[in-house]
Each structure stands twice: as structure tokens, then as C-alpha cells.
């Protein structure tokens, strides 16, 4: 269930108030970016999906619709399937002509450091069990609640909160070993 708080800002968004939006923004944009950036693994993707994200979920209030239960939950469902929607179109080819001159502003150091932490994150991650990585994912990096992750995944808050339970379990064998 929404918080009052949420549920006067979303009947404000639905009013046309882009203030109240630019609130919800400011509280989640740094979640959504997390959770975005850790399936794209591109800082300029990454802020791309969740401009998109915001858009998408700013266009579907202002259209209307209000059946919104958990307003975090739904802004993960939207950047979930704007990043599936992403790897469906995504080209494996670039032409030349697409190819621009890298600015030389750009902190190549900083970009490797990000890059390395989330391929050793991800790599620790990737070795457990499928069932256990979104769910150890969502709640111990997005720190959402296994209810919200239950919302988002369909899956029951039990069977939610043992799949977070085994895959810690399995994480610190794996960093143990």
C-alpha cells in the first residue's frame, strides 16, 4: 500500500504538477540508476534507461492511470522491461559512420575502475544459482523489501525471502573459497 505522502504527490502528478514528479524522481533516480546500470554495464545506457523509465512512468500517470499499489515497485517493473526491451533491439554491429571522436574530458581511469568492480561483482553473482540472483540483487544492492520484490517478480514474499536467504548463504561459500 502506497504511503500518504505517495499518494497525494501521484494524484498531483496525475493533476499535471511536474513538481510533484520532479520529487518522486529525485527519491528514486539513483535506485533505478543502480539497478539499470547493473544489467547494462554503461554509465550513458544506464542514464538513458532511466530517463526513459521516468517518461514512460510520468506519461502513464498523466494518462490517467492511478491503479498503482507500490510506486517503487512499478518503477522497477518499467526499468526492468525498458532493459529487456533494450537487449531485444540492441545491434551487435556498429558502422564507421556511427563512430565519433572520444572526448577527451571523459575520465578513462574512473571508467575502467567502474567497469572492473561491476565484472567482479557481477562475476561472484554470476556463479550462483539463476533463482538466487535478481532476488540477492534487488534486495541487498537496491535495498528494496522482499515484499516490493515480490511485487516485482510474481513470486510469493516466502519463497523470496529463502531465495535471498540461500543465495547470501551460497555468495559467502563462494567468497570463502
Excluded: W
Amino acid at each position: 500500500m502506497l504511503r500518504i505522502t505517495e499518494k497525494i504527490l501521484l494524484r498531483q502528478i496525475k493533476n499535471g504538477d511536474e513538481q510533484a514528479f520532479t520529487l518522486f524522481y529525485n527519491s528514486y533516480k539513483d535506485k533505478i540508476y543502480r539497478f539499470i546500470y547493473f544489467k547494462v554495464s554503461s554509465e550513458e545506457k544506464a542514464d538513458d534507461l532511466v530517463n526513459d523509465t521516468f517518461i514512460k512512468v510520468f506519461h502513464y500517470l498523466r494518462d490517467g492511470q492511478d491503479d498503482i499499489e507500490n510506486f517503487q515497485a512499478f518503477l522497477y517493473k518499467t526499468a526492468r522491461n525498458l532493459v529487456i526491451d533494450f537487449y531485444r533491439t540492441r545491434k551487435e554491429e556498429v558502422s564507421l559512420e556511427d563512430v565519433k571522436e572520444v572526448d577527451s574530458d571523459i575520465d578513462i581511469s574512473r571508467e575502467v575502475d567502474n567497469e572492473i568492480k561491476v565484472e567482479n561483482i557481477n562475476k561472484y553473482l554470476s556463479a550462483l544459482k539463476p533463482e538466487y540472483i535478481k532476488v540477492v540483487k534487488l534486495h541487498f544492492f537496491d535495498e528494496l523489501s522482499f515484499k516490493e520484490i515480490s511485487e516485482i517478480t510474481g513470486d510469493s514474499e516466502g519463497n523470496v525471502r529463502v531465495r535471498a536467504h540461500r543465495g547470501m548463504r551460497q555468495l559467502k561459500q563462494l567468497l570463502k573459497e
